[in-house]
């Protein structure tokens, strides 16, 4: 892959500042990259998740967006291209949100449990 096709998944500025503010609150070393990943959710397909982590695993593909190092497995990549992770402060909460243009938020079940 060349660098443009690696820069497929955004961290907006202000995502960026909020992980920022994580990781000192919480004494994270530098060296710790923020990794995002897909988790099987069953019948209502995927979820996300984030964690810091201390390297690589072999396979994953390192990416930078807004100085943010971010590690991500094959698998979890092919389906989060284009992704953008924001973070969001509304009348609900606040928090990070993962708008992914490849997730269908579709419901595999017969009875639409996952809205």
Do not use: W
């Not at 990943?37 to 695993?57: I, M, N, Q, R, T």
């Not at 990549?77 to 953008?84: E, F, I, N, P, V």
Request: aromatic share 6%; charged share 25%; net charge negative.
């Amino acid at each position: 892959m060349n660098n443009e096709e690696l820069r497929n998944i955004i961290i907006t500025p202000t995502a960026a500042i909020e992980i920022n503010k994580i990781r000192e609150t919480n004494q994270i070393p530098e060296s710790h990259a923020l990794r995002i990943g897909l988790k099987d959710s069953g019948c209502c397909g995927v979820s996300y998740f984030l964690a810091f982590d201390e390297k690589p695993e072999e396979t994953d593909t390192i990416i930078d967006s807004e100085g943010i190092k971010i590690y991500v497995d094959q698998q979890s990549l092919s389906q989060l291209k284009g992704a953008t992770l924001e973070y969001v402060n509304g009348p609900q909460g606040c928090g990070f949100r993962l708008d992914n243009p490849n997730d269908d938020k579709s419901c595999n079940c017969d009875d639409g449990c996952c809205g």
